[in-house]
């Protein structure tokens, strides 16, 4: 069905929900395709940034490496992009550059804040180019 399809990995709860969307997108890819899961690490500001010591940074993306390397388990079309700054910004342009033609995203219960502000995959699904698939 899909040639390229991009996984928004979250690492809360263990990474259980990238874990079954990747699951998902096994069955949905075709012969050859590759899935490419993507972390965007939230930007800090430079007044915070400037207090925290470089190797916390370091050691958090490698951490986050390390996590999304076992998620994939080694197999040999699955990529694993790490990005800083807006989530929804920085999974699109993974999507793109992946030539995705899906991109799968989980969301949550909507709080009041989301009607205001707009999730992370309401922007997803907005801007989009592509098919999205909203798991929960």
């Known amino acids: 069905m899909y040639k390229s399809v991009v996984i928004a990995a979250a690492l809360f709860n263990e990474g259980a929900t990238t ?16 899935i490419t899961l ?7 500001p430079g007044y915070v940034a400037a207090s925290i010591p470089k190797e916390h940074m ?6 986050v490496e390390s996590q999304l390397a076992a998620i994939a388990g080694g197999a040999d079309n699955v990529d694993v992009v790490i990005r800083e700054g807006q989530p929804a910004a920085s999974i699109l342009g993974a ?12 969301s949550h219960k909507p709080g009041l804040s989301d009607y205001f502000i707009g999730s992370t995959a309401a922007r997803i699904v907005r801007h989009a180019p592509v ?3 909203v798991t929960r």
């Not at 874990?19 to 590759?34: F, H, I, P, S």
């Not at 999507?95 to 989980?106: F, R, T």
């Open 95 to 106: 999507a793109k550059e992946a030539g995705a033609d899906l991109i799968m995203i989980a």
């Open 19 to 34: 874990r079954a969307a990747l699951e998902k997108a096994r069955t949905l890819l075709d012969d050859g395709g590759k």
């Open 38 to 44: 993507v972390h965007v690490i939230d930007e800090i």
């Open 58 to 63: 370091s050691a958090r993306r490698q951490d």
């Open 131 to 133: 098919s999205v698939l």
